[in-house]
């Protein structure tokens, strides 16, 4: 069963594309923290991708307004992306993730630093 969820249909198929194509063109440009950050918002937006595929429209929605905010993130220059804009997108991704009621899913730390506080802190804050 576990198969059919994961395959509930071409939207979330095409979300996770996304996600996986724009992660393997940041591997070019990003190193180190920035990257390992990517790498861990890419994998909460699969999960709430795959989490909400049968959930309601507003769910849906808001999951995919995460996902294309993380894709269509703008380049500052060149091929170097802002840390501001990634912390932007992880704030995005962790309000999404408590939103929905997956504190689990949240993404600790910022670019270029330690972790930050744990989920279940940053969950616990209004």
Same mark, same amino acid.
């Given at each position: ?44 937006? !699969?999960?709430?991708?795959? %989490?909400?595929?049968?959930?309601? /429209? #507003?769910? *849906?929605?808001?999951? $995919? @307004? +995460? ?9 500052? !220059?060149?091929?170097?992306? %802002?840390?501001?804009?990634?912390? /932007? #997108?992880? *704030?995005?991704?962790? $309000? @999404? +993730? ?21 989920? #279940? ?6």
């Amino acid at each position: 069963m576990a198969v059919e969820e994961r395959s509930s249909g071409p939207g979330t198929d095409v979300l996770i594309r996304k996600v996986d194509s724009h992660v393997a063109a940041l591997r070019t440009g990003l190193h180190g923290a920035e990257l390992e950050l990517a790498e861990r918002l890419a994998s909460c937006l !699969r999960e709430l991708v795959v %989490s909400t595929a049968q959930a309601s /429209a #507003a769910d *849906r929605a808001q999951v $995919r @307004a +995460a996902v294309h905010y993380f894709v269509l993130r703008r380049e500052s !220059r060149g091929r170097l992306l %802002s840390v501001r804009s990634l912390a /932007a #997108a992880q *704030r995005l991704v962790n $309000r @999404a +993730a408590s939103q929905l009621g997956r504190p689990d899913l949240m993404v600790e730390g910022r670019p270029g630093r330690g972790a930050a506080s744990s989920p #279940a802190d940053a969950a616990a804050r209004p």
